[in-house]
């Protein structure tokens, strides 16, 4: 297969072709839910997939790389040429795409001489090696290699963060001396300005946006006039944060009018086609004037759900498809199945402030640092000292916090600062107590100027308007909970890990609901499902087959701010996001 472009045409093997593309990221996605997702893109009309690329898991560690299992990349690619798509692959290093960092490795910010996307060479030098491990992957899947791979991005979104030509340059010469020989692409806001920043020559320009494909093609069609014209992100809903009033959709006839106005125009990328869910600690979030991590789910109103449903908007536009393509269209297959499960208590218990030296080695610290510097991207991190003499209704105040914290006098909860609140909170207390104070990573911006605030502790405490010192700390990343000490007993603690199993009769898609739990984390067979808060929008978190077996299942919850009432765990068949 060969494939092009010459002048405003994209050409697959020698005649013009509309791309008629879905995003489905295959990092939020179970592989064992790839081809069933291919299957219904193709019975939707579309032609290709689209997937970024999640740098931040391929490499947690510096240097250690991992393509396996929901990481396999070459596996998801070659899944979808057999169901008869092609695929755009957009390896980063940026992705945004309301991920953790935007994809980006926590560790980077270890360098204390990086400076992320740009010219930095200490960034470059870290890139560098994750694409050229990363693209030895798809290389063989490139079109120009037998595969199915069309298209590769460099970078993404540039226009909207910096002006670095220098580095795009670099960028787009780096993926051709690793013998990238298929078109590479930009894409990019649909203002002037952003375009003129993120292109770079030797790239084909793309735009991103949601709706009024006329107008938002009028800086694009000045520019570039003799362009193939495509909307490489074509909005079709958009993502939840903690907090939200609701759960944002749009309407499928909207999306389908502008799905039509596009095909007029040229070719298309749907974003999302599936968006999956952010398992684990790696949603992301948005940093402006406030702090907004987003939720767990990341369903965002596409055109399947996030368990892989079939969607009004779904049809909406496959009549759309039908009729710009006049082709006769695969059966739509059917849902994957959901069920409830019986209700579970969870009857072990097991202290949090009993529990850390089993967690965790405490480090030492004159003054408290940030998460980083301990070596740990993810999850918690806590912070301890022993007060040296009586405080009676004192400030205690954090120069930096990132992003929300629990305070304790030995194990007495005294309340919580969060980021966009105060950073302050009064306590009293004796010679001798303990004040702990437990940070929770909610997700690095994503997107924008914060991306490199950091997490934890980042700045000194000050208590009774003094700097305190003398602190011992505690990574919590929370990646393995296997030596936690259960009780059967009752544990009189906000903070509190708890256990419990259950033996479902059929294993199929699950959703659990969490009534009396407050905020914290769920783990199910060893694998973290995601975060839960009672502030919604989401109420349920998705529990995708692949996670269950025949036979007991184990379910570990992490509960960082109290009981509502009895730990019972509820299983139900159908999403709430809110």
Known sequence: MTFEIKGNQFLKDGENIKIISGAVHYFRNLPGTWRDIFKKMRAMGLNCVETYCAWNMHEKHPGEFDFSGILNIAEFIKIAGEEGLLAIVRPGPYICAEWEFGGLPWWLQTDEDIEIRCSNKAYIKYFDRYLDNLLSQIKPLLCTNGGNIIMLQCENEYGYYGDDKEYLKYLREGYIKRGMDVPLFTSDGTEENHILDGAIDGCLSTLNFGSRVKENFEAHDRLYPDSPKMCMEMWNGWFDAWGDEKHHTTSAEDYAKVVDDMLTKGSLNMYMFIGGTNFGFMSGANHYEKFLPDVTSYDYDAMLTECGDITPKYMAVREVIQRHTGEALPEIPTNRRKTSYPDVTLTQKASFFENLPVLS???????????????????????????????????????????????????????????????????????GDILTVICENMGRANFGPKMMRKKGIAGRVLLDDKIHFNWNVYPMPMSNLEKLVYTEKDIEENSIFLRGTFTPDDIADTFIKLDNFTKGFVVINGFNIGRYWEIGPQQTLYVPADLLKKGENEIIIFESDK????????FTDTPILG
Request: charged share 25%; glycine share 8%.
């Open 361 to 431: 080695s405490p480090v030492h610290a004159d003054v408290p640092k940030a998460m980083e510097y301990y070596g740990e991207g993810y999850g918690y991190t806590v912070y301890t000292t022993t007060l040296n003499r009586d405080y009676n209704d004192v400030k205690l105040s954090f120069e930096s916090l990132g992003d929300r914290a629990q305070i304790y006098i030995n194990k007495a909860f005294q309340g919580i600062v969060y980021i966009n609140d105060s950073l302050e909170i009064n306590i009293s207390a004796k010679k």
């Open 563 to 570: 009981l509502k009432g009895e730990p019972v765990v509820k």
